[in-house]
C-alpha cells in the first residue's frame, strides 16, 4: 500500500532538547512539506521540499530544520531555539510541487515538558 | 484579515439536516481544495476544483471564481461526517496551499 507515515503518534520531550520528527512516503512523489497546527488556527507551512537535496523555508521556518537525502524520506528537527514547539506536526507530499492535491501523514503530537 | 476564511468556526447539526460551509478567499487561485480532518488527525482530501462543482457521494463542492467564494455541502448528514473541514487554496503566484482555520462539524444521531 503507498501512502505517508509518521512516526512516532505521540512524543514527549524535555524543554532544550531537539528531536527530530520522521516522514517517509512510498508514492515516489517529488514534493514534500512540513505543516504545524495549532488549536484554532489553520496549517502553516514550516518547510518544503519540491526536489532531492533542496528545500525551502515556509512561513515559520525559525527553531526548525529539515533534510532531503532521499526522495521517500523528509524529516524535521524541532530545535531548541523553538520557543513553543508544542503542537501537531503533519507531512504531506504531492506528484510536483505544484499546488496540486497533496496527501497527508498520520501525524505526530509533540509535547515538550 | 487572513487570505482564506471560513465559515462557520463551528456547526452542529442534527443526523440527516442538509450542511453547508463557506470558504472565501481574497488571492488569485489556481485550485481551490476541501480537506476532512478526523478526530485522530489525519487529513484526507475531499476535492480539488478550479471551476464549476464537484459530487462525491453525499458531498457536493462548488466555486464561484468571480465572486471568490467556495461551499462544501453535505447531504443528509450522519453522525460519521463529524470532522473538521478545511479549506485551502492554491495561489496562482506560487507553489504552495495556503490554508483556512477548519470547521468543525459535529453530526448528532
Known amino acids: 500500500d503507498g501512502g505517508i507515515t509518521q512516526s512516532p503518534k505521540y512524543l514527549f520531550r524535555k524543554e532544550g532538547q531537539n528531536v527530530t520528527l520522521s516522514c517517509e512516503q512510498n508514492l515516489n512523489h517529488d514534493a514534500m512539506y512540513w505543516y504545524r497546527q495549532d488549536p484554532g488556527q489553520g496549517l502553516r507551512l514550516i518547510y518544503y521540499s519540491q526536489i532531492v537535496n533542496d528545500f525551502q523555508k515556509g512561513d515559520i521556518a525559525e527553531g526548525y530544520s529539515v533534510s532531503r537525502e532521499k526522495k521517500e524520506s523528509f524529516p524535521l528537527t524541532v530545535t531548541s531555539a523553538q520557543k513553543n514547539p508544542t503542537a501537531f506536526y503533519l507531512c504531506?507530499?504531492?506528484?510536483?510541487?505544484?499546488?496540486?492535491?497533496?496527501?497527508f501523514g498520520p501525524g505526530t503530537r509533540l509535547t515538550v515538558l | 484579515k487572513n487570505e482564506v476564511e471560513q465559515s462557520p468556526q463551528n456547526l452542529t447539526a442534527q443526523e440527516g439536516e442538509f450542511i453547508t460551509i463557506n470558504c472565501s478567499y481574497s488571492v488569485g487561485i489556481s485550485a481551490l481544495h476541501w480537506l476532512q480532518q478526523h478526530p485522530g488527525g489525519g487529513i484526507v482530501s475531499l476535492f480539488m476544483l478550479s471551476s464549476g462543482k464537484k459530487k462525491h457521494g453525499r458531498l457536493i463542492a462548488t466555486i464561484n471564481i468571480q465572486e471568490k467564494h467556495s461551499s462544501l455541502h453535505i447531504t443528509a448528514s450522519h453522525p460519521r461526517d463529524s470532522a473538521v473541514y478545511i479549506c485551502?487554496?492554491?495561489?496562482?503566484?506560487?507553489?504552495?496551499?495556503?490554508f483556512g482555520e477548519g470547521t468543525q462539524l459535529t453530526v448528532n444521531p
Open positions: 485551502a487554496v492554491g495561489k496562482t503566484s506560487g507553489s504552495r496551499l495556503t
Open positions: 504531506a507530499s504531492s506528484i510536483n510541487g505544484l499546488p496540486d492535491t497533496q496527501y
